[in-house]
């Protein structure tokens, strides 16, 4: 997602926005304003920020939009030093009309090996609600081991995952 498609968003100009992704927008994403607000301040502040961005998950065969994908920040980031030092933090949403298809286990795939392809990034942090069982089930596949806890402060408790992949 690039910032003119998350002022576009946030100016509810749906037809500019879905132009400049080539995706249908469901309504569910206009639910996630705070997170579009979010990341447009935070790559503004931060242009290095860009290329760890959202990303729409999108069908191919549609161009649905079913759900969003992108890092908290780059790599290295304060916050992840004394648990992943280099490491990377993510998270996924998918809306709940497109949720058990498998569409967060693609993409969380595709986002890593994008990331260690493109930038050597091998650490990988995910936080996750112990109550949100489908998650949970998606990164114990895809190998993440949980490293600690903590208390979001819009979440509540949160388990904290980590992989390396070599």
Not at 56 to 67: D, I, K, P, S
Not at 90 to 98: D, E, I, L, R, S
Not at 112 to 132: A, C, E
């Amino acid at each position: 997602m690039t910032p003119a498609f998350l002022e576009a968003c946030l100016a509810n100009n749906l037809q500019t926005a879905e132009a400049l992704l080539e995706i249908t927008i469901p309504p569910a994403w206009l639910d996630e304003r705070d997170l579009m607000q979010l990341r447009l301040e935070q790559v503004r502040v931060e242009p290095a920020y860009a290329p760890w961005m959202l990303r729409a998950m999108r069908l191919r065969e549609t161009g649905q939009m079913v759900g969003h994908i992108g890092f908290h920040t780059q790599p290295g980031a304060e916050y992840l030093r004394a648990l992943a030092p280099d490491g990377v933090e993510f998270g996924y949403t998918v809306f709940p009309q497109f949720r058990r298809h498998h569409y967060a286990h693609e993409a969380s795939v595709a986002l890593m090996r994008w990331t260690q392809t493109t930038y050597g990034v091998n650490r990988f942090v995910v936080s996750v609600r112990p109550d949100n069982v489908p998650s949970l089930g998606l990164i114990h596949n895809l190998g993440f081991q949980k490293i600690g806890s903590q208390i979001d402060e819009e979440d509540g408790p949160e388990d904290i995952f980590s992989l390396y992949c070599s």
